[in-house]
């Protein structure tokens, strides 16, 4: 009938609305939580000094507002696009060997990584001018290079949302223990590491000043590579991982994702 059609429609809109609040709630929880640790990590790697060295530390909360309103969108909203899409994509015919499981994450890490990217990039700004407003930061980036500083290192941070959302998502929703933390954790740690190289040089782009030149990635890459074979042994190895952060960022970002899915998990089950 179609009062019961009506039922069924609003009942949808409502379960939408809700997982959209919870993941907001988590988001809001990330960005306060991580916004010291972020801004330290990023120093230690633009700066090539360790993660405990004070200096890194001395403004922790700079970026906190830009922080609150990127986090809270992307890693909120994360897993409400996420879930939804699983649900459209389980009503689409695939191939059979494709995961709809894949497939939504890397929807709702490209779509926000995409989305984002200008916030972000302001982001950085600010914690590579702690002392400086926001609104007069994203000001003169405008005035020094128009829309190009917005979109700086857009077309890495979109590739490397694709492969951390689908191997999360795939890795997490494996087997009958996909809500509990420590597949959560193992999923997120996977999917750091296999995006690691994306995101270290999305990193570096990100840290160049406004009137330097954005290197590719590929020159990103090189100069990597380089440093690894002026070192002897397994120093190269040593300092890869170093610079890739697989240490302290694979931490961060597994812990920040396994909270934020657990959380998530129990508020929707209230």
């Known amino acids: ?27 809001v929880f990330q960005a306060i ?6 801004r330290a990590m990023w120093c230690a790697l633009l700066y090539e000094r360790g993660l405990l060295d004070k200096r890194n530390w001395t403004a922790p909360f700079a970026g906190l507002r830009t922080s609150l309103l990127h986090r809270t969108i992307s890693v909120g909203m ?3 696009a996420e879930d939804i899409a699983r649900g459209v994509l389980r009503k689409t015919p695939l191939p059979g060997n494709v995961s709809c499981d894949a497939l939504a994450g890397m ?20 914690w590579r001018n702690p002392n400086c407003a926001v609104a007069s930061l994203a000001k003169g980036m405008w005035a020094t290079g128009g829309v190009e500083p917005f979109l700086r290192g857009l077309p890495v941070t979109v590739v490397r949302d694709l492969v951390f959302g689908g191997s999360f998502a795939f890795l997490r929703h494996k087997g009958e223990r996909s809500k509990s933390f420590s597949q959560q954790f193992l999923a997120a740690c996977c999917a750091t590491m296999a995006s690691s190289p994306f995101n270290f040089a999305r990193n570096i782009q990100f840290g160049a000043g406004p009137k330097e030149r954005c290197p590719s990635v590929i020159e990103v890459w090189r100069g990597l590579a380089g440093e690894i ?3 002897p042994g397994r120093d190269g190895g040593v300092h890869l991982i170093h610079r890739l ?19 998530y998990h129990l508020l929707g089950e209230l």
């Open 78 to 80: 994360y897993f409400p």
């Open 1 to 27: 009938s179609l009062s019961s059609t009506a039922s069924l429609v609003q009942a949808e809109k409502q379960g939408k609305v809700r997982l959209t609040m919870n993941g907001l709630a988590v988001g």
């Open 107 to 126: 929807f709702a890490g490209s779509l926000y990584g995409c989305l984002l990217h200008p916030i972000n990039a302001v982001k950085y700004r600010a």
């Open 245 to 263: 952060q697989i240490g302290p960022g694979t931490l961060r970002a597994s812990l920040g994702m396994s909270l934020s899915a657990y959380l």
């Open 33 to 38: 939580l991580f916004n010291p640790y972020d």
């Open 229 to 231: 074979r002026a070192l």
